[in-house]
């Protein structure tokens, strides 16, 4: 079978660090062109300055993945969906709830598949995760999402910008795997958000989540983007049956009761693209908001809290 000839809209550290050498060892899909404003090129295909330089240059190419960062990406998918593109996109799929329902709508519209990708729910151990609160029930569960945002994001001053989502571009990661576990619709009861002195956006976030489940789990999360130590991606759950489980390395593995049940590379772009590769041929779009509309109400009902500034 041919190969799903793709391009990449935006080569930022996301794009050269997971979805070019996940495309380039792919059976499913095939690198055919990038778009690069600053004029990156990559593996000798055809480069473009603008999506509009690509769609005329080459009409045949039917795919493309948006890559941007989030502030930009609902113009530059409306404008691939308009054309008669498929759409991959980088999580978090829009900037706002509204973007995101208009994307869904005009994919709907055009016959497009659109699919959003959170790349965490992936990880191995999230089904397993998800299949053991099914089971078992949850009495608790806590988010502990902590990361360096100079190592992770060095120098990208966007994410301290409106629509550039702060600690909440990691920790949506978390979110859509706690969205994805949970038996039951969370919702954010409260929560506290500390921002810089001289950013935008939030370096830290404290949550708590309530849900309609009878049961009454307490739901937090705890997020931090100034840990200086290792990282810390994990989440720690008591089940209703009495078990402890750990959910930890971003999702690749799960421990119950201190024995480790699953564990295995990482590998959330190769699953992504081989998902992908499904719904194109099946004609399906994929689209969840469900991660971004918790950290919409984390803003809406968020307490702002501020500290030191923030320099690189």
Do not use: C
């Amino acid at each position: 079978m041919a190969k799903h000839r793709i391009a990449v809209i935006g080569l930022g550290k996301i794009s050269q660090d997971q979805h070019l050498p996940v495309i380039d060892a792919s059976g499913e899909f095939e690198l055919a062109a990038v778009v690069s404003t600053r004029g990156l090129s990559q593996g000798g295909v055809p480069s473009f300055r603008t999506p509009a330089e690509l769609y005329r240059a080459m009409p045949e190419i039917g795919i493309v993945a948006v890559n941007t960062p989030p502030d930009v990406r609902h113009a530059i998918a409306r404008e691939a969906l308009a054309a008669g593109k498929d759409v991959l996109l980088e999580k978090p799929p829009a900037a706002t709830l509204t973007e995101l329902a208009d994307l869904e709508a005009l994919a709907e519209a055009k016959k497009r598949v659109l699919f959003a990708t959170w790349h965490s729910r992936f990880n191995p151990a999230v089904e397993a995760a998800r299949t053991l609160l099914a089971e078992a029930g949850l009495r608790s569960l806590r988010i502990e999402w902590r990361e360096n945002v100079k190592k992770w994001h060095p120098g990208q001053d966007w994410v301290w910008e409106p629509g550039g989502f702060g600690v909440f571009d990691p920790g949506i990661n978390a979110l859509s795997i706690f969205t994805r576990i949970l038996p039951a619709i969370p919702f954010v009861r409260s929560a506290e958000l500390t921002y810089p002195s001289n950013r935008q956006t939030p370096i830290a976030a404290k949550l708590v989540f309530a849900s309609a489940d009878p049961a009454a789990p307490a739901l937090t999360a705890d997020f931090d983007w100034r840990e200086t130590g290792g990282e810390t991606w994990h989440m720690l759950i008591e089940t209703a049956d009495g078990r402890s489980a750990r959910l930890f390395k971003g999702g690749a593995a799960l421990e119950v009761d201190g024995r480790v049940t699953v564990e295995a590379p990482s590998e959330e772009y190769q699953h992504i693209y081989r998902h992908f590769a499904g719904l194109l041929d099946a004609r399906r779009s994929d689209v969840d908001g469900a991660p971004l509309r918790l950290v919409a109400d984390a803003m809406l009902v968020g307490r702002r809290l501020t500290t030191d500034a923030f320099d690189w």
